[in-house]
Structures are given as C-alpha cells and as structure tokens.
C-alpha cells in the first residue's frame, strides 16, 4: 500500500493530508503561527483550585479555561519532580540535582491529591487533551518525550519494550543496549520502529531528547510563574515520527523552508529514506494537483456517499456522534439480506476511515441496516474490527446490538475536525429567495442598457443557464434580436451548465468580464 504524504503551507496555515493508494485518509490543520494547547507541550503550571470530591485540581497554564488534573495523572514518581521544582534556583547546579534527586518514595493508588497539591504551587505538566467545547485542557505530571524510536520517561528507572516486538532475543538486545546508555534518573519506552536499529542511532536520539529536557530546566530556574517550557514537535514531524515506514512512497511540500524542516527530520530518524522528500513546483494548487480538494469536499459533509447510491449521515452532539447507514437508491438486484449486508461492509469501509479523516473520538454509535442472520451480523463485526486495527488512536468496538446498533468508543484528545462544504447559492446569495422569473429578461436588459450606455460597449457575450440560453434565442423574433436592433450592438448568447437557473454573467467580445 502507497502512502504519500501532501503537505500544504499557507500564509496562514499548514494543512497535512495522508493518503493512501491515492484516498485521503487523514486531514490535518495547524496555524503557522501556533496559538492554543497541543498535545504533548509540557508547562510550568500552577495549582488554581483543589476540587477533593473529584479527588482532581484544576491548575492555570495560561489558557483562558484552567486545566485539569485527576490524582491519578499524578504519576508515580511525582514526589521526585516535586522536589525537583522546589529546590531549582539560580543558585542551583541543576544537573546535580536532578542527578541526586530520589525516585525510591512513589505515590500510593488510593491517595488523597490534598496532601500532595495546595493552591499556588508550582507543577510541571504535559497536555494529554486538547480543550473541547466547554472542558479545559486534559493534564498529566506524568512527563513523557516522545521521539521516533523511543520514548524519554524523566525521574523513572526503568526499560519498558513495545510488545509489538516479538522477538525475544531483539528484546533482551535492546533492554542491555538501553541500560548501557541511559543516565541515572531517565527511564525509556522503546518503540516497535526501535527494532534493528543499531546502538549509534538510538544514542543520538536519546541525547537529543535529554538535551530538550534539560534545556527547559532554564526556563524556570529564576522564575516559576505560568509559562511553556517546551513544545512538542510540529504536526508535520509529529505525523512523520509516528506514521513513516516502508510503506511510504512520498511526500511532497509546497514551501521551501518547510521542505527543509521535513527533509532534515526525515533525514534524522529514518536517513534511508531521505530520497521520498520532494519540494512541489506545479503551477495548480499542490492539493489540486493531487485531488485532495475535490476529496476534501466530497468527505466532511453532513451526507457522505459511498457506493451505488449508498449514503452515510453523519450528527455530531455534545455527548457522542451518531453515523446513520442508508441504502438510497441502490438498485436491490440481489434479496434483501444480501443488500443489506453488501451495504453494511461497504459502509464499514468508509465508517473506518471517517473516523481518522474526521478525528472522532468519544462515543461513536453507528446504526446499521438491519440483517436477520446472526453470521452477517458477526461478520460485519470482525471486518470493522479489522478495519480499526490500523487507526493510532485507541478504541474499542462492540458487537451489534439486536437493533443493529455498533458502538465504538475512541480515544479523543482534540476536537474533531469539521470543515464546511457547502456553499453560497449563486442565485439566492444565501437569501433563500430569489428574483421573479418572470423579469429576468427585464433585470438582464437594464444590464445590457448600462454597458450600452455608460461603458460605451457594442459587443457582448452573454453567458446564462441552458433553459435561460433557449428562452432568449427561441424563434425569429428573438428577445436577443430585439436587444440587437434596439441597442445596435452584437450578442452572442452562450448556454453554461454550470450555471444556475436564474445565473448570468456578461462578458466582452474577448470574454473578458465585465463588472456590473
């Protein structure tokens, strides 16, 4: 399977589509200038309010609504990061004291955030959720820096291996190589894209991320007030770092500073394939180019087609989302137990990626058409099962109720991306009304008059709907041959089914427009 990454830079934006076998997958957009609360930045935060029935406070990271962190998001080891944060100063050697900092007391399950929190006291935090609707961001002092083939844990002791390696001797190579190379007080994640790699590689990486740790440690030695300590990456190498593999054929950037930044990243955690990097030099849009608008477009509004006259209908509420499966006008040539189920699974297949292309999360619930055999029913099950298994994000996917009901919950760290497809009538300008047909003629020949007139202009083209075009030329006395014996000048009506109905639009004999 190809997958090409498209990257298009704005002024004002940077929008990441991912495709795959030439079908937009996922769609992505961040500000050029980043504004907001991204997942993973880590802040120097402050203790707002203590909530103890919710066994959770809420802290200030600058944001207009205060942030939120439950007891359990403490993480083990928040004691030592405590202690690390009081006693830092200008006058302290920080490296000492991180080094001489214990990570032996951790804390209990069952605690009380009383004892460990008080309003006004600095923490170190990392967003685990974007704000949504009316919650603040989503908090963790559970600190955690991401790279390519592993994950930095500050103040942890231990080697943790993804289970997706299987291999018990890569494992056993990997935990000793770790272990030989880790500094007293970091712990690491190793990552399934760690597998093979060679000692070289993973030690620079990990420098690299113990070098933006450390670097943040300035940022609050001389003053402790609300303020970002580090970012995590862009979304463009935060897509990079989690998705690229050998699958990946290309990817192509618009921007040239952009081009350089993905370039020297890729070059960085995977230099084999550095080649895949192309700056996209086309005169058309780089998403036209590559279809992604006309996919956009035909992908995020409220009605979604699918196959043969198939549709989804996608709500979106405050608690959940709600995807509505319908038949339309799908010729049943097979029996309805078969339709239903040919429908389900083509439905599936695009329930699946409406979900990474929209970034849905919370609770999904997906209703069906209904199938009488129980075999169908465990079939469409399993095929979206399957189906998910390649979505990043965490999730859960039921079986069908009896009311052909499928509840699927996902991870949700962002609000869902929503973009508006529809656009303003060309007829009513979004009035809902429009001009008596009846004086269409009249409305056009008052145009005609003005450019005749005042624009001292003799020859037009005149381009209108095809039913329009036919009313003006029809028969020998034509209301085109009036307007050219009335106002001596040439017309040449021209029928455009891009038009709407009531939709005109005069031009000079060059057809050039002119302005009304």
Same mark, same amino acid.
């Given at each position: 399977?190809?997958?090409?990454?498209?990257?298009?830079?704005?002024?004002?934006?940077?929008?990441?589509?991912?495709?795959?076998?030439?079908?937009?997958?996922?769609?992505?957009?961040?500000?050029?200038?980043?504004?907001?609360?991204?997942?993973?930045?880590?802040?120097?935060?402050?203790?707002?309010?203590?909530?103890?029935?919710?066994?959770?406070?809420?802290?200030?990271?600058?944001?207009?609504?205060?942030?939120?962190v439950h007891y359990l998001d403490l993480g083990l080891n928040f004691l030592a990061f405590d202690r690390f944060v009081r006693n830092l100063n200008e006058n302290t050697d920080a490296a000492s004291l991180y080094r001489d900092t214990k990570i032996d007391e951790i804390l209990e399950k069952e605690g009380k955030i009383e004892r460990f929190l008080s309003p006004g006291q600095p923490v170190i935090v990392q967003v685990v959720k974007e704000p949504i609707s009316t919650k603040g961001s989503r908090l963790t002092a559970e600190i955690s820096i991401a790279g390519r083939n592993i994950v930095l844990l500050p103040f942890a002791d231990k080697v943790s291996i993804s289970q997706k390696i299987t291999s018990k001797d890569e494992k056993k190579r990997l935990e000793r190589l770790v272990y030989s190379i880790l500094p007293k007080n970091y712990?690491?994640?190793?990552?399934?894209?760690?597998?093979?790699?060679?000692?070289?590689?993973?030690?620079?990486?990990?420098?690299?991320?113990?070098?933006?740790?450390?670097?943040?440690?300035?940022?609050?030695?001389?003053?402790?007030?609300?303020?970002?300590?580090?970012?995590?990456?862009?979304?463009?190498?935060?897509?990079?770092?989690?998705?690229?593999?050998?699958?990946?054929?290309?990817?192509?950037?618009?921007?040239?500073?952009?081009?350089?930044?993905?370039?020297?990243?890729?070059?960085?955690?995977?230099?084999?394939?550095?080649?895949?990097?192309?700056?996209?030099?086309?005169?058309?849009?780089?998403?036209?180019?590559?279809?992604?608008?006309?996919?956009?477009?035909?992908?995020?509004?409220?009605?979604?087609?699918?196959? @043969?006259? !198939? *549709?989804? &209908?996608? +709500?979106?509420?405050?608690?959940?989302?709600?995807?509505? $499966? #319908?038949?339309?006008?799908? =010729?049943?040539?097979?029996?309805?137990?078969?339709?239903?189920?040919?429908?389900?699974?083509?439905?599936?297949?695009?329930?699946?990626?409406?979900?990474?292309?929209?970034?849905?999360?919370?609770?999904?619930?997906?209703?069906?058409?209904?199938?009488?055999?129980?075999?169908?029913?465990?079939?469409?099950?399993?095929?979206?099962?399957?189906?998910?298994?390649?979505?990043?994000?965490?999730?859960?996917?039921?079986?069908?109720?009896?009311?052909?009901?499928?509840?699927?919950?996902?991870?949700?760290?962002?609000?869902?991306?929503?973009?508006?497809?529809?656009?303003?009538?060309?007829?009513?300008?979004?009035?809902?009304?429009?001009?008596?047909?009846?004086?269409?003629?009249?409305?056009?020949?008052? @145009?005609? !008059? *003005?450019? &005749?007139? +005042?624009?001292?202009?003799?020859?037009?083209?005149?381009? $209108? #709907?095809?039913?329009?075009? =036919?009313?003006?030329?029809?028969?020998?006395?034509?209301?085109?041959?009036?307007?050219?014996?009335?106002?001596?000048?040439?017309?040449?009506?021209?029928?455009?089914?891009?038009?709407?109905?009531?939709?005109?639009?005069?031009?000079?004999?060059?057809?050039?427009?002119?302005?009304?």
């Amino acid at each position: 399977m190809d997958k090409d990454l498209v990257i298009d830079v704005s002024q004002t934006e940077i929008a990441i589509a991912l495709l795959e076998n030439h079908r937009l997958i996922e769609y992505n957009k961040e500000p050029v200038v980043r504004r907001g609360y991204c997942v993973g930045d880590v802040y120097l935060g402050k203790v707002k309010k203590l909530l103890p029935s919710l066994n959770a406070a809420f802290v200030d990271i600058g944001d207009d609504k205060d942030a939120f962190v439950h007891y359990l998001d403490l993480g083990l080891n928040f004691l030592a990061f405590d202690r690390f944060v009081r006693n830092l100063n200008e006058n302290t050697d920080a490296a000492s004291l991180y080094r001489d900092t214990k990570i032996d007391e951790i804390l209990e399950k069952e605690g009380k955030i009383e004892r460990f929190l008080s309003p006004g006291q600095p923490v170190i935090v990392q967003v685990v959720k974007e704000p949504i609707s009316t919650k603040g961001s989503r908090l963790t002092a559970e600190i955690s820096i991401a790279g390519r083939n592993i994950v930095l844990l500050p103040f942890a002791d231990k080697v943790s291996i993804s289970q997706k390696i299987t291999s018990k001797d890569e494992k056993k190579r990997l935990e000793r190589l770790v272990y030989s190379i880790l500094p007293k007080n970091y712990g690491v994640i190793v990552r399934t894209a760690a597998e093979g790699k060679k000692a070289a590689v993973l030690d620079a990486e990990l420098k690299s991320l113990i070098n933006k740790w450390e670097d943040s440690w300035k940022k609050f030695t001389s003053n402790k007030s609300v303020q970002q300590l580090f970012a995590e990456n862009s979304h463009t190498t935060t897509i990079l770092r989690d998705l690229l593999n050998d699958s990946f054929s290309n990817i192509y950037v618009n921007d040239e500073n952009v081009f350089r930044e993905v370039d020297d990243y890729v070059s960085l955690i995977a230099p084999d394939k550095e080649k895949i990097v192309h700056l996209y030099k086309g005169n058309e849009p780089i998403f036209d180019h590559f279809d992604v608008s006309r996919q956009i477009k035909g992908s995020f509004g409220r009605i979604v087609s699918i196959k @043969q006259g !198939a *549709y989804l &209908v996608i +709500e979106h509420t405050e608690a959940l989302h709600v995807i509505d $499966v #319908n038949s339309g006008i799908r =010729a049943k040539q097979k029996e309805q137990e078969e339709n239903s189920y040919e429908v389900n699974i083509n439905a599936a297949d695009e329930i699946a990626r409406q979900l990474r292309l929209r970034d849905m999360g919370g609770i999904v619930i997906v209703d069906f058409i209904d199938m009488d055999s129980n075999e169908h029913r465990v079939g469409l099950y399993k095929h979206m099962c399957e189906l998910m298994s390649a979505d990043r994000a965490k999730h859960t996917v039921l079986p069908l109720t009896k009311f052909g009901l499928m509840q699927i919950t996902r991870q949700r760290v962002r609000p869902a991306t929503e973009i508006d497809t529809e656009e303003v009538c060309p007829t009513c300008h979004g009035t809902g009304k429009v001009r008596p047909s009846v004086l269409f003629d009249e409305t056009l020949e008052h @145009q005609l !008059a *003005y450019y &005749v007139k +005042e624009r001292h202009q003799d020859n037009f083209i005149l381009k $209108v #709907n095809p039913i329009c075009a =036919a009313y003006l030329t029809k028969g020998i006395g034509s209301i085109r041959r009036k307007w050219v014996r009335k106002y001596k000048c040439a017309i040449s009506v021209e029928a455009d089914n891009d038009y709407a109905l009531l939709q005109s639009a005069w031009f000079d004999k060059n057809g050039e427009p002119l302005d009304e």
